[in-house]
């Protein structure tokens, strides 16, 4: 069975600092991880997954998640935070398909100027 | 090409009243799967379509529930009568294979009131 923490509701950086949203996961078999992001209004939208290929996996926007197998995190990092990053963010695990996806509570995040 | 589209937008109803929703998934992609995010807690899988077949459906959560994909195109997801405990966002998403991207639609919000 699969299941995924996100640490942190809420989330507030200023604008140009680092972003760093957490998620554990929890997994029988080696996952599929994910990071959807959720603009006002808008559905998710795939920031980046990881599916073995290389731990340290890059995304659309400027984030990137790496894999820790030790730690079973999946974390999202950005070096400098913008104000259209405001959103929130879902960390989802999977076996290998998406009918088994389970997905974390969410992380709004908050940019200030 | 159009993404993932969800009707309506949002949905305000009484208990007891019966509500459908509507997907209309990306052109060509075979899987269509439901998801529900109720109160601000975790997205959670409903049910997955392969074609006009219930692949899964064992996240529906009870019998007040009922998807349909006639002809394998748009999906109607039914809710009859309904409760307060209904209340939340419904994810539709639309893959072109099981174990490919899913591209979610912008979600309906559905409030029993």
Partial sequence: ?113 | EAGVTQFPSHSVIEKGQTVTLRCDPISGHDNLYWYRRVMGKEIKFLLHFVKESKQDESGMPNNRFLAERTGGTYSTLKVQPAELEDSGVYFCASSLQENTEAFFGQGTRLTVV
């Fill in chain 1, 1 to 113: 069975a699969q299941s995924v923490t996100q640490l942190g509701s809420h989330v507030s950086v200023s604008e140009g600092a680092l972003v760093l949203l957490r998620c554990n996961y929890s997994s029988s078999v080696p996952p599929y991880l994910f990071w959807y992001v959720q603009y006002p209004n808008q559905g998710l939208q795939l920031l980046l997954k990881y599916t073995s290929a290389a731990t340290l996996v890059k995304g659309i926007n400027g984030f990137e998640a790496e894999f820790k197998k030790s730690e079973t995190s999946f974390h999202l990092t950005k070096p400098s935070a913008h104000m259209s990053d405001a959103a929130e963010y879902f960390c989802a695990v999977a076996p290998y398909n998406n009918n088994d996806m389970r997905f974390g509570a969410g992380t709004r995040l908050t940019v200030k100027p």
